[in-house]
């Protein structure tokens, strides 16, 4: 079978980490008889600087003809001095708009290998952890009406959470449908003690819920979730949550696994169409030193193949070689000081990459 992938490669480490998820990909095809066609395209900083517009039509364009998306990071210091409605980061919003990218599934998975790397302790996370965060993409404050203003002397400004029924039924479908796949748990967080949105956030789940009578629903507080994370994370399988919530508890949840550079996202449409992009920003302070982590993006790359093209083995096969380049002892250096003890060998980010390739070639019994 032939994909067809719109590549944006971005800014910061953004090139590095979604190179290495491109030659990830290349050892799927060839180990397993596929065929992927990469049409770059350029959003962000990287397209200020070559067209005056984070995101370019011609790139809409490329996203639209295409089965899917990769992305790496976008941003940096460098746009920092744009106006808000300007900078790099405001081509993410649009893609989500545009390409009607509603639901964001971010897996927060902390792999065997790298327990010595969560900050929590050994007692909270035996046995390891696995959750998934589905976080409504294209509603909420995010999206909102948003300004400034004067009051006499004073500058204001505003930003305007606002969701409607079907906004919160749709994701909420969504995770629904994750948690009935997973252990039968979902916890929708909301802060409908104090958010009117909230509260019509909270009564759209509750009144699904009914359809699902074999999850366990229940809800909590966004300050008591973020605080759960830390005390209890065990308790949590599939967590459904809005815009701005599911930003902060995902990047959260990133650090329990280790590093932020392990977390992957799904960002999906109707149809499973899908872009996909690793959690981590573009830090630019590590940009070109070879530094950087790929996994995310890989693991990325490994949700594409699950969500979008329905190529089970094959994610399965993506996500079995990070495991053995892990248990191998190979950590970049995010991973490197944050696991003690055994046998480990610190590698760079195209490395990794490489290690991770071959480990997919070796699945399938190539040299």
């Known amino acids: 079978m032939n994909f067809n992938i719109a590549l944006i490669r971005g800014d910061g480490i953004g090139p590095e980490v979604t190179d290495e998820a491109v030659n990830v990909l290349n050892a799927v095809g060839k180990a397993f008889g596929h065929s992927f066609t990469f049409r770059q395209a350029l959003a962000g ?7 005056g517009a984070a995101l370019p039509p011609e790139t809409l364009a490329a996203c639209r003809a295409s089965d899917s998306v990769l992305l790496g990071a976008v941003g940096g210091w ?3 001095v744009l106006p808000g409605d300007q900078r790099p980061e405001t081509a993410l919003l649009g893609l989500r708009k545009e390409l009607g990218l509603y639901a964001n599934i971010r897996p927060a998975i902390l792999f065997s ?5 969560c900050p929590l302790r050994p007692e909270l996370i035996g046995g390891g952890l696995d959750i ?4 409504e993409l294209t509603g909420g404050i995010y999206f909102g009406d ?3 203003g004067q009051d006499g002397a ?3 400004a505003y930003d305007v959470e606002r969701y409607s029924e079907s906004e919160v039924r749709r994701i909420g479908i969504s995770a629904f449908e994750m948690a009935r796949k997973r252990g039968k748990r979902l916890t929708s967080v909301d802060k409908a003690n104090v958010l009117e949105s909230s509260r019509l956030w909270r009564r759209v789940i509750t009144d699904l819920g009914e359809g699902y009578p074999d999850v366990e629903l229940s809800h909590m507080y966004v300050d008591n979730a973020a605080m759960q994370l830390v005390r209890c994370p065990k308790q949590f399988d599939v967590i459904v949550t809005s ?3 599911g930003d902060i508890l995902s990047d959260e949840a990133s650090m329990i696994t280790g590093s932020i550079g392990m977390l992957p996202s799904a960002s999906l449409a109707a149809g499973n169409f899908g872009m996909y992009e690793p959690i981590h920003g573009s830090a630019p302070d590590i940009a070109g030193q070879g530094k950087a982590n790929p996994i995310a993006s890989i693991l990325s790359a490994g949700m594409m193949l699950r969500y979008t093209f329905g190529l089970l ?7 079995r070689a990070v495991k053995a380049v892990l248990a191998q002892g190979y950590r970049t250096p995010d991973m490197a000081g944050a696991t003690p003890g055994g046998d480990i060998t610190a590698v760079g980010t195209a490395e990794a990459g490489r290690l991770i390739a071959a480990a997919v070639a070796a699945q399938a019994g190539q040299p």
Do not use: P, Q, S
Request: net charge negative; aromatic share 8%.
């Open 132 to 135: 998934v965060i589905v976080r």
């Open 243 to 245: 815009n701005m919530f």
């Open 154 to 156: 004073e500058t204001y």
């Open 146 to 148: 948003k300004g400034t």
């Open 78 to 80: 460098k746009w920092d």
């Open 113 to 117: 290998e790298l327990a010595g790397a």
């Open 45 to 51: 900083g990287a397209a200020i600087d070559a067209l």
């Open 313 to 319: 083995d094959e994610a399965a096969a993506v996500e």
